[in-house]
C-alpha cells in the first residue's frame, strides 16, 4: 500500500496562495492522486484529482512530477472559509485506498 | 440529487455490546465504501464494493467487523462485539465508479464506553 506523508499543519493569510505537498513513494502505477478538504464534523469533500503532470479546476490547480513520488495541492488567494483539514488519497481502482494524516490550514486575515 | 445517507447519526454503547450502521448511497453509484475515521485522524478505508462484490477489504478486523450490500444498494456495517479502540466516525461514501470523485455522507459517531 501506497504511504502517503503531508505536513501536521500550514498557516496562511486571506489573499495568499497556498501549497500543500503530499509524500508517495511507493505509489503504483494505476494508482490516481485525490484531494479532499474536511470541515469539522463533516464528510470530506473531493477538490482535485489527476494521475499525472499538472490538473486545475474551479478552484484547485494539482502539480504531479514526473515520477509521481509527491504532489502539490495549490490553492489560489484563500479565503476564511478555506480554513480546514486537506487530505491526499492515493488509489486505484482496485482498492488500496490511503489517506494521508490530513493537513490543518488555517487562514488568519 | 439527494447525497449519501448514513444513520445513527451518533451512537453510544458499552464495550462487548454490537451496533450496526446503515448507509445509503448516491443512486446510480456502483461502488460502495466504509472508512473509520479515529480522532484527528485520516479516514482508513475498511471495506471497498463494487456493486454487490468486495474490492478491498485488507484492512477490515474480520473478527469483529463484518458489511454488506446484498443488492449492491444500500449497505451495513456492523461491529460484533465492540472494544473501546472503536470510538471513532464511521464514513460512508459513493462513487459512480471505482477511481472517481468519492461523496461522502455525514458520518456516525460511535462512542464505546
Known amino acids: 500500500l501506497a504511504k502517503t506523508t503531508q505536513p501536521i499543519s500550514m498557516d496562511s493569510y486571506e489573499g495568499q496562495e497556498v501549497n500543500i505537498t503530499c509524500s508517495h513513494n511507493?505509489?503504483?502505477?494505476?494508482?490516481?492522486i485525490t484531494w479532499y478538504q474536511q470541515f469539522p464534523s463533516q464528510g470530506p469533500r473531493f477538490i482535485i484529482q489527476?494521475?499525472?503532470t499538472k490538473v486545475t479546476n474551479e478552484v484547485a490547480s494539482l502539480f504531479i512530477p514526473a515520477d509521481r513520488k509527491s504532489s502539490t495541492l495549490s490553492l489560489p488567494r484563500v479565503s476564511l472559509s478555506d480554513t480546514a483539514v486537506y487530505y491526499c488519497l492515493v488509489g486505484g481502482s482496485q482498492g488500496n485506498l490511503i489517506f494521508g494524516k490530513g493537513t490543518k490550514l488555517s487562514v488568519k486575515p | 440529487e439527494a447525497g449519501v445517507a448514513q444513520s445513527p447519526r451518533y451512537k453510544i454503547i458499552e464495550k462487548r455490546q454490537s451496533v450496526a450502521f446503515w448507509c445509503n448511497p448516491i443512486s446510480g453509484h456502483a461502488t460502495l465504501y466504509w472508512y473509520q475515521q479515529i480522532l484527528g485522524q485520516g479516514p482508513k478505508l475498511l471495506i471497498q464494493f463494487q456493486n454487490n462484490g468486495v474490492v478491498d477489504d485488507s484492512q477490515l478486523p474480520k473478527d469483529r467487523f463484518s458489511a454488506e450490500r446484498l443488492k449492491g444498494v444500500d449497505s451495513t456495517l456492523k461491529i460484533q462485539p465492540a472494544k473501546l479502540e472503536d470510538s471513532a466516525v464511521y464514513l460512508c461514501?459513493?462513487?459512480?465508479?471505482?477511481?472517481?470523485?468519492?461523496?461522502f455522507g455525514p458520518g456516525t459517531r460511535l462512542t464505546v464506553t
Open positions: 511507493n505509489i503504483a502505477t494505476n494508482d490516481y
Open positions: 489527476g494521475y499525472k
Open positions: 461514501a459513493s462513487s459512480s465508479r471505482q477511481g472517481d470523485e468519492q461523496y
